[in-house]
């Protein structure tokens, strides 16, 4: 099974930066996808960005031009650099993993598709 810890959220100001990281241990198949969802208080929870074990990525349309998604070589860490933020981008943000056999070209953002989440980590963004 495969544990995620996130790190690096923090409170901003609107058109900051900030990097969260992902830790991910225990053992995974060759194939899986890596993904950053957000929750904000009394919505549903949102897919912002995923990668796969080829290195394919999608994002949603919110984010698109301002976060980046990526993995250090070891595949041991995911990271989600996030710039130009907003205050709707206020939430928590949570590291998933979908271990299941995987389509290599589609990609989504159902968190019913992911089988390992994290405990998440706030970030703030004030106007």
């Known amino acids: 099974q495969v544990q995620l810890v996130e790190s690096g959220g923090g409170s901003v100001q609107s058109g900051g930066s900030l990097r969260l990281s992902c830790a991910a241990s225990?053992?995974?198949?060759?194939?899986?996808?890596l993904a950053w969802f957000r929750q904000a208080p009394g919505k549903e929870r949102e897919g912002v960005a995923v990668?796969?074990?080829?290195?394919?990525?999608r994002y949603a349309d919110s984010v698109k031009g301002r976060f980046t998604i990526s993995q250090d070589n070891t595949q041991t860490t995911l990271t989600l650099q996030m710039n130009s933020l907003k205050p709707e981008d206020t939430a928590m943000y949570y590291c998933?993993?979908?271990?299941?056999?995987?389509?290599?070209?589609?990609?989504?953002?159902?968190?019913?598709?992911?089988?390992?989440w994290g405990q998440g980590t706030q970030v703030t963004v004030s106007s």
């Open positions: 225990g053992s995974r198949p060759s194939t899986y996808w």
């Open positions: 990668i796969n074990s080829y290195g394919s990525t």
């Open positions: 998933a993993a979908r271990l299941r056999y995987s389509n290599r070209y589609v990609l989504t953002f159902a968190p019913s598709d992911y089988d390992a």
